[in-house]
């Protein structure tokens, strides 16, 4: 028991500082002050640092997307042979996403720390990232172009990626709704928080699809021998 105790203070406190000032500023130094452990402590729990980072990202991760497979798996069991709506594709991907942030013990702590992960430039943390997201990655890709027919794979990767800028966008920042426009933004009630985004991003997603500058168009044409 005390083994898992000491090992949960060592990843609560390491997620707090890496939240606060990013995951280079943080040394295990400053991780095992916090946290009132030794350094053989956590070389005994992670191994590293690195190994440190990526637990850290894990435990809040994981649950998340494992809960994002889930529920699509059960949309796709429940429209049988008809195609998934959009909107019931998104909203796999969202949910388990913002009922995190609503948590109130979690919540905050967990916004910055994925703030952190997009912010920083660090090429294995972004590594391991795309490892974690990978099988969702996957998954869903092939949900929206099953929801989407028609719309080419370039214009569907786009609109992805403009759906990811939103989605983090809306998660790192919602305090910034509040401070510049007033309106509330409670963390809380994240079902209008997920309602809201699914309608941005599912009038993106079917948004016409506008043909290429000439300029652009003449690049494309192969040259003539």
């Keep these: 028991m005390a083994k898992r105790d000491t090992k949960s203070r060592i990843l609560d406190t390491a997620e707090r500082l890496f939240a606060r000032s990013g995951f280079d500023a943080v040394s295990l130094r400053n991780i095992i002050a916090a946290a009132k452990v030794n350094l053989a402590a956590v070389h005994y729990h992670f191994g590293s640092k690195q190994a440190l980072v990526h637990a850290v990202i894990a435990r809040r991760l994981r649950p998340i997307n494992e809960e994002r497979l889930a529920k699509l798996a059960e949309a796709r069991a429940k429209a049988g042979r008809r195609p998934l709506q959009l909107e019931h594709v998104l909203d796999c991907l ?23 992960v997009m912010g920083e430039r660090n090429v294995g943390l ?32 786009w609109r992805s ?3 990811a800028g939103a989605m983090a966008h809306t998660l790192c920042n919602a305090d910034l709704l509040a401070r510049f426009t007033g309106t ?9 928080t997920v309602r809201r985004l699914i309608d941005f991003t599912a009038a993106g997603f079917r948004a016409r699809v506008s043909p290429p500058p000439k300029n652009a168009r003449a690049k494309r044409k192969p040259k003539r021998t």
Excluded at 98 to 104: G, L, N, S, T
Excluded at 128 to 156: D, K, Y
Excluded at 184 to 192: F, N, W
């Design 94 to 116: 969202f949910r388990p996403l913002f009922r995190v942030q609503a948590d109130p013990k979690a919540g905050p702590t967990f916004g910055r720390l994925v703030g952190r």
């Design 126 to 157: 972004h590594k391991f990232m795309m490892s974690e997201l990978a099988e969702v990655i996957i998954q869903f890709r092939t949900a929206f172009e099953a929801a989407l027919p028609g719309l080419p794979r370039e214009e569907a990767d």
């Design 161 to 163: 990626h403009f759906m």
């Design 184 to 192: 509330d933004a409670d963390a809380s009630d994240y079902e209008s």
